[in-house]
């Protein structure tokens, strides 16, 4: 007999269109964040850790923080910002094709 992966409790909560809504949600804090940022930088207040912005990203919140960056005009001429972001977004453009090719059987 073959085991369900993942075990059936979890198996209703990592449905496609779960991931999917906390995507978009993630996305919309990750916005937030960059926007909550700049306005903090703004009136001279204690910021957000780049850190922090980066692993939002990283943990799915990419277009967020792109997004987030040009409505506000914030973090663009930061270089190591800039391309810690890019990194992040290429890698999760690999795992994405990566994981595309092993779904579809390539």
């Given at each position: 007999?073959?085991?369900?992966?993942?075990?059936?409790?979890?198996?209703?909560?990592?449905?496609?269109?779960?991931?999917?809504?906390?995507?978009?949600?993630?996305?919309?804090?990750?916005?937030a964040?960059?926007?909550?940022?700049?306005?903090?930088?703004?009136?001279g207040?204690?910021?957000?850790?780049?850190?922090?912005?980066?692993?939002?990203?990283f943990?799915?919140?990419?277009?967020?923080?792109?997004?987030?960056?040009?409505a506000?005009?914030?973090?663009?001429?930061?270089?190591?910002?800039?391309?810690?972001?890019?990194?992040?977004?290429?890698?999760?453009?690999v795992?994405?094709?990566?994981?595309?090719?092993?779904?579809?059987?390539?």
């Open positions: 007999m073959v085991e369900q992966f993942p075990p059936e409790p979890f198996a209703s909560i990592l449905s496609p269109a779960n991931l999917v809504t906390a995507l978009i949600a993630l996305n919309f804090v990750t916005f964040a960059f926007g909550i940022d700049k306005a903090k930088a703004e009136a207040r204690r910021r957000t850790p780049e850190s922090t912005l980066l692993l939002l990203a943990l799915g919140g990419t277009l967020g923080a792109y997004a987030g960056r040009a506000f005009r914030h973090k663009t001429r930061k270089v190591p910002f800039s391309r810690e972001l890019h990194t992040i977004a290429a890698m999760q453009v795992a994405i094709g990566l994981g595309l090719g092993w779904v579809l059987g390539g």
